[in-house]
C-alpha cells in the first residue's frame, strides 16, 4: 500500500514538474476564466476542444465517515468555478471563442475596456507550487487568487485607477478586502476578484 502511493506521488510530482516546465518555457498567456455554477468539468471540456490548455489547481480535502472513524481523501478544486487558460498567439485561440465555450460564464477582466487579464508567471508558478504542497505534500491549502499583503488596484467600477494593499479573503476566493488609498485617507472595501488587479 506504502509503495503504491509513493508511486502515485512520483507521478503527481513529475505532473508538476512539466506544468511549472509548460509555464516557463511555452509562448502561453494566462487567463482566467469563471465557470457558471457547477460547471467546472463541462468548461474544462468544451474549452479543450478548441486547442487551447486548460489548468485547473486541485487539491486533497479530507473528510470523516459518517461514523467519524475512518478519515479519507477527496479531489477538490483549489479555486470553485474558476480555471486557468494558457493562449498560444502563434495558434490563434480567441477570448470570443472561449467565451461562448459551454459552462462558461465569463473571462475576468482587467481593465475598463473588458480586456482579458493576463497572469503573471510568476503567479502561475506561485499557484502551481500550492497544488503540489496540496496534493504531493499534503499540505491545508486554500486556493486563492490573492495573498493578504498583495499590491493591487481596481480596475472597474467606482474606484476604478485605486491602488490599495488586499488584507483579508472572502470564502470561496470570489471576492477580496482591500484597503484602499483614496483622497488621502485609507478605506476599507470589499471587492469582487474580477475588479482588481495585481500592481
Known sequence: MRQALNAGNK????NYQFMRLLIRSSSLEWI???TNPKCDDRAFE???ATGAVVYQPMMSEYRRTRTRKEQFAVSCSMFPRYLFVGLDANAWVPCDLIRKCDGVEKILSATLESAPHRVPLREMLRIVDAAC???VGHKQVKGQLFNIGDKVMLVAGIGAQL???VHGLRQGGEAVRV???AFGRTTKATVPVDKVALR
Open 11 to 14: 507521478a503527481l510530482e513529475r
Open 32 to 34: 482566467v476564466i469563471r
Open 46 to 48: 468544451s474549452i479543450s
Open 133 to 135: 504542497d496540496a496534493e
Open 163 to 165: 491602488s490599495g494593499v
Open 179 to 181: 484597503e484602499l488609498e
